[in-house]
């Protein structure tokens, strides 16, 4: 019959929820790659100002500096994704774990809920939390990549 739908659509309520969580993950997207070229273009304008970027008196001399900055603060952006991928991989419980058993030692008030080491894995893995990391590795590749465009002027000038 006309005007019945095999199909149930959602409830408006649902939708709008749906929506404000869209825009909430891309507001929360937007904000880390912000804070992430913020911190970058700082450390290029540090390592710039030390390389007299400012008082180069050739075109040569600012773009080996240009260079310099963009890429030692891109390999600082690639690196510290690099560093979360591994430590989402596990690589650092050991020394976590150590850590916890060294001061469970000597710090009298803290007390170990764990006593094994396997123990510890399974209690990490029961709540574990992966931290992302491609907007470091996005964000530091286009800063190490300016870096070598600025390395090809240098050598073609």
Same mark, same amino acid.
């Given at each position: 019959p006309k005007g019945i739908s095999c %199909? +149930? &659509?959602?409830p408006k309520r649902l939708n709008t929820e749906m929506k404000l969580q869209s825009n909430r993950s891309k507001r929360g997207l937007i904000i880390k790659y912000s804070v992430t070229t913020v *911190?970058? +273009?700082l450390i290029a304008i540090g390592v710039a100002a030390a390389r007299n970027l400012f008082s180069a008196k050739t075109q040569k001399e600012a773009y080996r500096a240009l260079c310099d900055a963009f890429t030692v603060a891109g390999i600082f #952006?690639? $690196?510290s994704g690099l560093l *979360? +991928? %591994? /430590?989402?991989? #596990? =690589?650092f419980t050991s020394i976590r774990y150590l850590g916890r058993c060294v %001061? #469970? +030692?000597f710090v009298p008030a803290a007390k170990l809920t764990v006593k094994t080491y396997r123990e510890y894995r399974q209690k990490l893995k029961e709540r574990e939390e992966k &931290? /992302?990391? #491609?907007?470091l590795l996005i964000v530091g590749g286009a $800063? =190490?990549?300016?870096?070598? %465009? =600025?390395? *090809?002027l240098f050598y073609v000038v």
């Open positions: %199909i +149930a &659509t959602p *911190v970058l +273009a #952006g690639l $690196f *979360v +991928a %591994i /430590s989402n991989e #596990g =690589f %001061i #469970g +030692a &931290t /992302s990391y #491609g907007f $800063f =190490f990549l300016t870096g070598m %465009i =600025f390395l *090809v």
